[in-house]
């Protein structure tokens, strides 16, 4: 059983950053690739950044790059920080898991079996 556990969300300024956490509670964290998405209201679910096994691989979307840096730990931990916030970013965003040997992280939500609940984040202007 695979549980994901997002914090970190909240109230943050235009022009702000923020730092979003997913904690695993898995055997072994490493077998995982592991990404953000987030869906905003009225919207379609969109890829933020994601994260390989080893750290090596970190493709990020295209709305976010520049902005945005993804990091894990060895044991249980990923972390998302999200740099000059504006508007477009007020979404409830989401922790996954892929336990498949892909060559590198998938962008696509699909290829994502377990998640996290969301943690929401909205930036006041």
């Known amino acids: 059983q695979v549980q994901l556990v997002e914090s970190g969300g909240g109230v943050v300024q235009a022009g702000g950053s923020l730092r979003l956490s997913c904690t695993a509670s898995?055997?072994?964290?490493?077998?995982?690739?592991m990404a953000w998405f987030r869906r905003a209201p009225g919207k379609e679910r969109e890829f933020v950044a994601a994260?390989?096994?080893?750290?090596?691989?970190t493709p990020f979307g295209d709305s976010v790059r520049g902005r945005v840096s993804i990091s894990r730990d060895y044991y249980n931990t990923m972390e998302l920080q999200i740099d000059r916030l504006n508007a477009e970013d007020t979404a409830t965003y989401y922790c996954?898991?892929?336990?498949?040997?892909?060559?590198?992280?998938?962008?696509?939500?699909?290829?994502?079996?377990?998640w996290g609940q969301g943690t929401q984040v909205t930036v006041s202007s």
């Open positions: 996954a898991a892929d336990d498949r040997a892909d060559a590198t992280p998938s962008r696509a939500a699909a290829e994502y079996y377990y």
């Open positions: 994260i390989s096994r080893t750290g090596g691989s």
């Open positions: 898995v055997r072994t964290f490493t077998v995982y690739d």
